[in-house]
Nanobody, 125 residues
Framework: VQLQASGGGSVQAGASLRLSCAPS????????MGWFRQAPGKEREFVAA????????YYGDSVKGRFTISGDNAKVAVYLQMDSLKPEDTAVYYC???????????????????WGQGTLVTVSS
């Protein structure tokens, strides 16, 4: 079971990037999917999640209004549209899957069951 994150890169502040997370080995159409990020020397931070059923969405305070999480109906892939990027958004971004109706906060990384390898986003000023 793998989650393949892609779409990272180096951009200027104010630019946009779109990250993708594509599962392999199984389908995640009943899973909640989330994005987290980790900057050097910092703890892993919640970015966004889409809940079971693909309707409800959740965002970390630092990205609200700038980032949008979405996915196709079959959860073949989950996307993170990142607009108005700032230097403080620089981090390795990870996608993760949370099995159906597992308890705990969507923003808590320990409640997720599967993780991708990460994709680096660098935003320069």
């Amino acid at each position: 079971v793998q989650l393949q994150a892609s779409g990272g890169g180096s951009v200027q502040a104010g630019a946009s990037l779109r990250l993708s997370c594509a599962p392999s080995g199984r389908t995640f159409n009943k899973y909640a999917m989330g994005w987290f990020r980790q900057a050097p020397g910092k703890e892993r931070e919640f970015v966004a999640a889409v809940g079971w059923g693909g309707v409800a969405t959740y965002y970390g305070d630092s990205v609200k209004g700038r980032f949008t999480i979405s996915g196709d109906n079959a959860k073949v892939a989950v996307y993170l549209q990142m607009d108005s990027l700032k230097p403080e958004d620089t981090a390795v971004y990870y996608c993760a899957a949370k099995r159906p109706f597992r308890g705990g906060d969507f923003g808590d990384p320990v409640t997720y069951d599967y993780w991708g390898q990460g994709t680096l986003v660098t935003v320069s000023s």
